[in-house]
């Protein structure tokens, strides 16, 4: 049985919470100083019941937002801006954030500034500092685009990858579905950079991707890199017009 800390819950209700989170915590999956949180708070009218109580490490209990909203929408889905990030396949968590306002029909803004105002001073001070990464460097060091690594604080081209990044848009070019180079990947046992199986979402993710062509996008700005492109900009909105003919969603460059 981890440790527990005391919450004002009766000793039923906790043990069932507990059972159901299959004792972890319910957003990072940690053993560790569980908790248990209130979803609607005993001052505003909410029970001590199983539907309103949730486990929580202490970390994450820490930092639960007060809007039920975020709690369960993104809070609980997510245990770290990191993850949204590689579960939508983006490249920032502001278009993260807007892959999950399309999800739950909600205005991007709105859930942007709902987040934002959630969030504790520390983070905030963090978010700052990656804010700052990305507008000097183009990039703030996680989620590496396939083609390229991070090193000394920049983008540098990965030869074998960047290869394949080319080879995706010449192929995808010349009429090769993206399904189809799936297939081609697949069946070459070239994996992702994740060590994965390529996958459509991953294909298009990689010709829409700005940075291959030498720019970067953050918070709505599109912005000029020093980084090394591996796509000409011709090529780039080339692909960007194809894709659009086909009824999918280039990117807006």
Known sequence: ???????????????????????????????RDLEFHHISPLKLGGKSTVDNC????????NITPKDRFLLKNY?????????????????DEY????????????????????????????IYAVKQGMKHSVEKRGHAGFNIPYGYEYRNGELKIKPKEAKI????????????????????????????KKGCFWAKK????ILKNLLYCGYFRHEEKITKSNHEQIIDLATFRKVQKIIESQGGKPSNF
């Not at 809070?75 to 490249?91: G, W």
């Not at 848009?169 to 297939?183: D, E, H, R, T």
């Not at 991953?202 to 993710?205: E, K």
């Open 95 to 122: 278009e993260a954030i807007k892959e999950l306002s399309k999800e739950l029909s909600i205005d991007y803004k709105k859930l942007r500034n709902k987040i934002e105002i959630s969030q504790p001073s520390h």
């Open 54 to 61: 949730i486990v929580l490490c202490h970390n994450c209990h």
């Open 1 to 31: 049985m981890p440790h527990m800390r005391q919450n004002n819950f009766p000793k039923l209700i906790k043990n069932l919470a507990l059972k159901r989170a299959d004792y972890r915590c319910e957003r990072c999956w940690s053993k």
């Open 165 to 192: 990044v080319n080879d995706i848009y010449q192929w995808y070019l010349s009429g090769v579905s993206m399904g189809k180079i799936v297939k081609m990947l697949n069946s070459a046992q070239i994996s992702t």
């Open 202 to 205: 991953t294909i298009s993710a």
């Open 75 to 91: 809070f609980l889905k997510f245990a770290s801006t990191k993850e949204m990030i590689n579960y939508y396949n983006v490249e």
